[in-house]
């Protein structure tokens, strides 16, 4: 089993930053494509940024340039820096661990585990 807890959601003005954390417990994130998927009301989930195995990384378009992510293999844990964030970043930003793949962007057909969810809101 694989526990996925994410922190570090918050309300933010436009323009502000923020960094998710995904502390995960079961397995090493570093043997996994962890990735992190987002979710606003009234939208499908979508994917927003994974982390391969060798440490590749991918990016939807609309958050390349702003969004990175990042592991700490010694915490098992994954981050996600957002910058210059925008009014439609909002949502529910989910950790994700796809345990089957080493590498790529998952879809979330893909996905065995899922964290709890940690809600994003950016004001205008």
């Known amino acids: 089993q694989v526990q996925l807890v994410e922190s570090g959601g918050g309300l933010v003005q436009a323009g502000g930053s923020l960094r998710l954390s995904c502390a995960a417990s079961?397995?090493?994130?570093?043997?996994?494509?962890m990735a992190w998927f987002r979710q606003a009301p009234g939208k499908e989930r979508e994917f927003v940024s994974s982390?391969?195995?060798?440490?590749?990384?991918y990016y939807a378009d609309s958050v390349k340039g702003r969004f990175t992510i990042s592991r700490d293999n010694a915490k098992n844990t994954v981050y996600l820096q957002m910058n210059s964030l925008k009014p439609e970043d909002t949502a529910v930003y989910y950790c994700?661990?796809?345990?089957?793949?080493?590498?790529?962007?998952?879809?979330?057909?893909?996905?065995?585990?899922w964290g709890q969810g940690t809600q994003v809101t950016v004001s205008s």
């Open positions: 982390m391969g195995s060798y440490g590749d990384t």
């Open positions: 994700a661990a796809d345990t089957h793949a080493l590498v790529g962007a998952p879809t979330t057909r893909g996905i065995d585990y």
């Open positions: 079961g397995r090493t994130v570093s043997r996994h494509v």
